[in-house]
């Protein structure tokens, strides 16, 4: 499985270790080594997916990659030679 955030690619994420909240809570410092050594570690809470622990530097890498607000807007199309068609009706006489 292979996921994506703004052209980062994070390879080899679906086989992450998973880890109970109530054992991630007992062992945090073990998976934070994990999250360092072997890559993110999946944190779930009744069988479902609740968070992710990521080594600072797998963090720094998707922050580094990440668009802000501002550019995101300036990166829209371009609309500066937009010159829309127009008639070349002048409209109707009036008779007042």
């Known amino acids: 499985m292979?996921?994506?955030y703004n052209l980062v690619v994070l390879?080899?994420?679906?086989?992450?270790?998973?880890?109970q909240v109530q054992e991630a809570k007992t062992h945090l410092?073990?998976?934070i080594e994990q999250a360092r050594r072997e890559g993110p570690q999946t944190i779930t809470r009744h069988g479902a997916e609740k968070a992710v622990i990521l080594s600072v530097e797998d963090y720094r890498a998707l922050m580094a990659h990440r668009q802000d607000f501002k550019a995101w807007?300036?990166?829209?199309p371009k609309v500066d030679e937009?010159?829309?068609?127009?008639?070349?009706?002048?409209?109707?006489?009036?008779?007042?």
């Open 2 to 4: 292979i996921f994506t």
């Open 11 to 19: 390879v080899g994420v679906d086989d992450m270790a998973v880890w």
């Open 73 to 76: 807007l300036l990166g829209g």
């Open 82 to 96: 937009f010159d829309p068609p127009r008639e070349r009706d002048t409209g109707r006489e009036i008779v007042l």
């Open 29 to 31: 410092s073990e998976v």
